[in-house]
């Protein structure tokens, strides 16, 4: 079974709790606002737009039908499909939940599949890979309104985003992609966004040097490409 899941955070760091979460699966639509036990900083709610008022009633994780239904959907059977899934799994591990089964990251094998695009962010392949043109039967059928990052909405665009690669690779090939360290090519922001990796290593080594030792928080992919083509040189 494919389970579906989107979590929104009280932020990035390592501190940080799940406020909200999404599942969904064959006949599954789950959506939950949870109590996240810290306050929620006005930078998490111009995002997600939940507020500490809206979840001072609401259930802590390991209290929530959201916890009760992670624990069943937990088997190695079941493959957790998200878009990020590295940073959603480790937000439901402090919360209790390891996952057993494979993994589906709709970002990285966004990625992997289609390496020119501009962006990857959930929202810019909705726009790009045109998903927008059969969004709202899905979402009708969900019973689901469109709203950009609320989980729910989120979850489904993931599912929608899963079934466009699902043209370009099988569910086997998803799940290698995205156990692998991916090797891109082409580097996503700065001086010399959308240039070839290999291109800038040989021209301007300098500036990836620098960007793999001031950037702590690097996308662990990039880290990875820009030590890779450094090392060709």
Partial sequence: ??????????????????????????????????????KIPPSASAIHHITNEMVKEAPIFNHSRSFALLEELNSHTNILVSHNAPFDLSMLQKEGITWQGSVIDTLKCSKALMDDLEGYSLQFLRYE?????????????????????????????????????????????????????????????????????????TKDPSYLKWMVESLMDMDEDLRYSCHYYLNKV
């Fill in 129 to 201: 890979c045109r998903l927008y043109r059969q969004e709202k039967g899905y979402f009708v059928n969900r019973g689901v309104t469109l709203t950009p990052h609320h989980s729910l909405s989120d979850a489904l665009h993931t599912k929608m985003m899963f079934e466009y690669l699902l043209d370009l690779a099988s569910i086997d090939e998803l799940i290698e992609m995205s156990q692998k360290r991916l090797l891109l090519n082409r580097l996503p922001f700065g001086k010399y966004a959308k240039k070839r990796i290999e291109e800038i290593a």
């Fill in 1 to 38: 079974m494919l389970v579906f899941i989107d979590t929104e955070t009280t932020g990035l760091e390592t501190t940080d709790r799940i406020c909200s979460v999404a599942i969904i699966g064959d006949e599954l639509t789950h959506y939950e606002v949870i109590n996240p036990g810290k």
